[in-house]
T-cell receptor, first 117, second 111 residues
């Protein structure tokens, strides 16, 4: 499809396991964001990629969290040694360059719901 | 102090009335301001953006910005049940490319 695609849509894991969440942005979009949303809460910024620039990792909550973006397209968010407080919906968003980026319009995927038991 | 603050609500408004949603931000250098709507179980979608002091109208929606007071608001006229959602305020700072979101205000329109 033409939208932001995330997988898996749901992930249940045991405490201490590693998980990988994938995001496939809209084709041609240079900016990619990861946010986390806990139940009933707002969006917590995690990390931002823009083109070939160094990513803004200022929102990653601990060194258990990392993300990469290969070839300026697909991104993977990895959470090592998961904890129960990591349970949330992880949202990926992308936006275009130039005027589209300046509008602040982020196009969100449907999210990956992570449950850590 | 949170970077972007909103009253979490819930805010209940009768159908046909005006819904008023408010947001304050801490970074005086912020340049761009946005309102996103998020239906339950869905992802956020952009409904309004505003960059200059004053009002900006789009259909039933009006965004208001006051940079001196570091305050941005969203008015929804002739509220409809389909407007029931969580409204997220988002702010982008000068030279800072990330969008910082508030916790959102849950709005319920009562038929």
């Amino acid at each position: 499809g033409a939208g932001v695609s995330q997988s898996p849509s749901n992930k249940v894991t045991e405490k201490g396991k590693d998980v990988e969440l994938r995001c496939d942005p809209i084709s041609g979009h240079t900016a990619l964001y990861w946010y986390r949303q806990s139940l009933g809460q707002g969006l917590e910024f995690l990390i931002y990629f823009q083109g070939n620039s160094a990513p803004d990792k200022s929102g990653l909550p601990s060194d258990r969290f990392s993300a990469e973006r290969t070839g300026g397209s697909v991104s993977t968010l990895t959470i090592q040694r998961t904890q129960q407080e990591d349970s949330a919906v992880y949202l990926c968003a992308s936006s275009g360059s130039g005027r589209a980026w300046n509008t602040g319009e982020l196009f969100f995927g449907e999210g990956s719901r992570l449950t850590v038991l | 102090q949170k970077e972007v603050e909103q009253n979490s609500g819930p805010l209940s408004v009768p159908e046909g009335a005006i819904a008023s949603l408010n947001c304050t931000y801490s970074d005086r250098g912020s340049q761009s301001f946005f309102w996103y709507r998020q239906y339950s179980g869905k992802s956020p979608e952009l409904i309004m953006s505003i960059y200059s002091n004053g009002d900006k109208e789009d259909g039933r929606f009006t965004a208001q910005l006051n940079k001196a007071s570091q305050y941005v608001s969203l008015l929804i006229r002739d509220s409809q049940p389909s407007d029931s959602a969580t409204y997220l305020c988002a702010v982008r700072g000068f030279g800072n490319e990330k969008l910082t979101f508030g916790t959102g205000t849950r709005l319920t329109i009562i038929p």
